[in-house]
């Protein structure tokens, strides 16, 4: 597994520069469970686009064979 395609990959470049925004947000928000809330919600968007770049070679090996039975 090669970590390029991560660090390269715009979802994965986007979704963790979000953190810069995320942190400008929180830091006038109250320190309660809000904050945690809009953290998790930046969490769950970062493993959402690593985790497709991880599927992206199973997803193409899959097309692959569907259109093979599909011949």
Do not use: C, H
């Not at 006038?28 to 769950?44: E, H, I, P, Q, T």
């Amino acid at each position: 597994m090669s970590i390029g395609k991560y660090v390269t990959n715009p979802g994965v470049i986007g979704s963790a520069l979000g953190a810069l925004s995320t942190a400008r947000r929180t830091q006038s928000m109250r320190k309660d469970w809000r904050r945690l809330l809009v953290w998790g919600v930046w969490l769950a968007g970062l493993a959402l686009s690593v985790a497709t770049v991880a599927m992206q070679e199973q997803d193409d090996e899959f097309e692959e064979r569907r259109k093979l039975e599909k011949k």
